[in-house]
């Protein structure tokens, strides 16, 4: 068994319609961004949406099979691993980026499903939907519910 564990899960809606290329050997990789909410507390103890937004990468058939099929305002659910990496931009500063690096990618709607809300439109995507800072697509917070911690989280521990 490995000492360290390095996997992560996700489910969240498309911000772009993945992007295919091929690395230098041919082989075909996929790029895609995936924005999905977390609940928070403000000061006055209401919940709110937090929209948070994850690069992944998907290599082989499968990041063929995601471009073909996936686009802007799906749903996806991802399974893969974080993987960390370092360069320098060309204006000389050094950049860093977490990506997750999926293993297995899940179709969590029909063609229809994306269809009928409008990925861009807010409006028509009915009530639990906030707007994501640049332009980039709406998150759906319908189905998430506020759940009280049972232990004291660190917004509740006063420093």
Do not use: C
């Not at 009928?116 to 640049?134: F, H, I, M």
């Amino acid at each position: 068994m490995p000492a360290d564990l390095n996997r992560v899960t996700i489910i969240g809606r498309l911000t772009r319609d993945p992007e295919l290329r091929h690395a230098p050997g041919g082989d075909p990789v996929a790029s895609m961004r995936i924005a999905s909410n977390s609940r928070t507390r403000d000061q006055d103890g209401n919940w709110g949406d937090k929209p948070n937004f994850f690069d992944v990468t998907v290599f082989g058939r499968q990041a063929e099979t995601v471009v073909q099929y996936m686009a802007k305002g799906r749903r996806i659910g991802v399974d893969g691993r974080l993987s960390w990496r370092e360069w320098q931009a060309q204006d000389g500063t050094n950049r860093q980026a977490v990506e997750i690096v999926a293993r297995d990618v899940l179709f969590l709607d029909s063609p229809g499903d994306a269809e009928a809300a409008g990925p861009g439109d807010a409006e028509a995507a009915g009530p639990g939907w906030s707007q994501a800072p640049e332009g980039d697509l709406p998150v759906d917070t319908s189905d998430m519910q506020p759940r009280p911690p049972s232990t004291p989280s660190g917004d509740d521990i006063p420093f």
